[in-house]
């Protein structure tokens, strides 16, 4: 190879490296979030797929939407039937544990998460409201089957740091809960970490993505 062969390939080999560092966070293979969307037509199954890539209808409001008791939580909040019965079963089980496991949001409304969004979108711009919420009919809180929980330190963004924590990553299965938005899933869920976040899918399934250490997505893959 001569002098000038040489040169060349060492400045391929650096153009490829700037390309590669640049590019590293673009998921090329992955889904295209918020590109291809699939209006969903059974919203009303347990383990229905809610995200950037599936849309509820607008007008879809759950069929079965109940009143948590007010022990568990911050004010009137609602879940569909079978999602709050186990929500209520699991913060009584930990309480008598000690813990303290308090819904702050449940069920929201297709208008209610437009108007969520749009708030975060007049603040800070679209990217920062999709780096934060989800857009109407992308929240899986409008299927009445989402809660975020807050523990005994009263904060649902510090529940990570809270006592409840811990025994809630490891036993929330048990009742049917999952983690949705795990840390390092983010290029499958399309969501940010939050562990705050979980989704009724029923005992079963929830044991399955839970043994597996799956996301709801990689579940419906299978
Ligand atoms: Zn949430």
């Known amino acids: 190879m001569n002098e000038e062969t040489f040169k060349k390939c060492v400045y391929v080999v650096l153009f490829l490296l700037i ?5 590293k966070d673009i998921n090329f293979f992955g889904p ?3 590109r291809d ?9 347990l383990t229905v797929l809610v995200n950037k890539n599936y849309k509820l209808k607008e007008d879809y409001i759950p069929p079965d939407l ?9 004010d009137e909040k609602y879940m569909r039937r079978e999602a709050k019965e186990a929500f209520e079963h699991l913060s009584e089980d930990a309480r008598q ?17 437009e108007k969520l969004y ?3 979108v007049q603040m800070k711009g679209q990217d920062y409201a999709d780096s934060c919420s989800a857009r109407p009919g992308h929240s899986e809180h409008q299927t009445g089957l989402a ?12 529940f990570e740091q809270s006592i409840e924590f811990n025994w809630m990553k490891e036993n929330s299965h048990k009742y049917g809960f999952i983690l949705r938005y795990p840390s390092r899933k983010e290029k499958i869920t ?22 597996n250490n799956w996301t709801l997505e990689e579940y419906k893959e299978q």
Do not use: C
């Open 32 to 34: 295209k979030f918020y």
């Open 190 to 211: 399309g969501f940010k970490y939050e562990p705050w976040h979980y989704r009724y899918v029923g005992r079963e399934v929830a044991t399955i993505i839970y043994k």
């Open 97 to 113: 544990m000690g813990y303290q496991i308090i819904a702050t949001s449940t069920y929201r409304s297709y208008d209610y998460q």
């Open 66 to 74: 109940e009143q948590i008791s007010l022990d568990y939580a911050t």
């Open 147 to 158: 809660v975020d929980v807050m523990g005994s330190n009263q904060d649902y963004d510090l």
């Open 118 to 120: 749009d708030y975060y």
């Open 37 to 45: 969307v699939t209006e969903i037509e059974d919203s009303k199954e």
């Open 19 to 23: 390309a590669i560092f640049f590019t």
